[in-house]
């Protein structure tokens, strides 16, 4: 299965942010299986060391590196941000970067906490909640 988790989940997975703490853990141990390959959006990665600033800096590459060791980072050409774009009918420019993503992948599923964002995605999004009862 291959899947693209948006930068939420794995910010709540490193700062154990509630509700969604444990799901998002859930999500990256499926991904950390062989069967399952998991992806995450270039731009996230900035997004992420971004939110982590407040963490020591050797910590904070410590969990990056991690998280990359089982994320695979995909990224869009040209073509595909110009794409992404003139697609007015996603509310937030980001998220129709994941859907983009996760269309050049040919994902599954996008795993995220915001699915609401995501109505005009062509990839369904999912929370993590519902992604673990699926298949953990």
Not at 7 to 25: H, M, Q
Not at 74 to 99: G, P, R
């Amino acid at each position: 299965m291959v899947i693209l988790v948006d930068a939420n989940v794995v910010i709540d997975y490193i700062l154990n942010r509630e509700p969604s703490c444990k799901s998002a853990g859930k999500v990256m141990k499926i991904c950390s299986q062989k069967e399952n390959s998991g992806f995450i959006a270039l731009h996230s990665v900035s997004i992420i060391w971004y939110v982590l600033r407040r963490i020591p800096d050797a910590e904070r590459r410590e969990w990056m590196k991690r998280i990359l060791n089982i994320l695979k980072v995909v990224s869009i050409t040209h073509d595909e941000v110009l794409e992404a774009i003139a697609m007015d009918s996603f509310k937030d420019f980001e998220d129709c970067l994941q859907d983009r993503s996760a269309v050049a992948i040919q994902a599954q599923y996008i795993i995220t906490s915001n699915t609401k964002d995501f109505s005009e995605s062509m990839i369904k999004a999912i929370t993590p909640e519902a992604f673990c009862e699926k298949y953990a």
